[in-house]
């Protein structure tokens, strides 16, 4: 049984740091693709940031302030996010993505997170 696991998420106040990680069971990373998406309330889903074997792909509104990486070793994915403003905040998810190219659809991803909450107070 696949599972996704997401931990680090909490309150912090704008322009502060988290660090959240993904461990994954059931499954490796491979050369897949592997993502972090955030949905805030009344938002549809969308992918922030992305890492396949080009390298690391960033939304705009993150670029700069995030950093993904990864380690297949460990079946771990990880976003560094800082200087964080309360428009980030939103239920973070990391994803595998079904090949080993990043897209944005959704639809391209295969294994799913349960998610975890991040909070910047303005």
């Known amino acids: 049984q696949v599972h996704l696991v997401e931990s680090g998420g909490g309150s912090v106040e704008t322009g502060g740091s988290l660090r959240l990680s993904c461990a994954a069971s059931?499954?490796?990373?491979?050369?897949?693709?592997m993502a972090w998406f955030r949905q805030a309330p009344g938002k549809e889903r969308e992918r922030v940031a992305s890492?396949?074997?080009?390298?690391?792909m960033y939304a705009d509104s993150v670029e700069g302030r995030f950093t993904i990486s990864r380690d297949n070793a460990k079946i771990s994915l990880y976003l560094q996010m800082n200087s964080l403003k309360p428009e980030d905040t939103a239920m973070y998810y990391c994803a595998r993505g079904k090949g080993g190219y990043c897209y944005t659809s959704l639809l391209e991803y295969n294994y799913w997170g349960q998610g975890t909450q991040v909070t910047v107070s303005s």
């Open positions: 059931g499954v490796t990373f491979g050369t897949n693709c």
């Open positions: 890492i396949d074997s080009i390298g690391p």
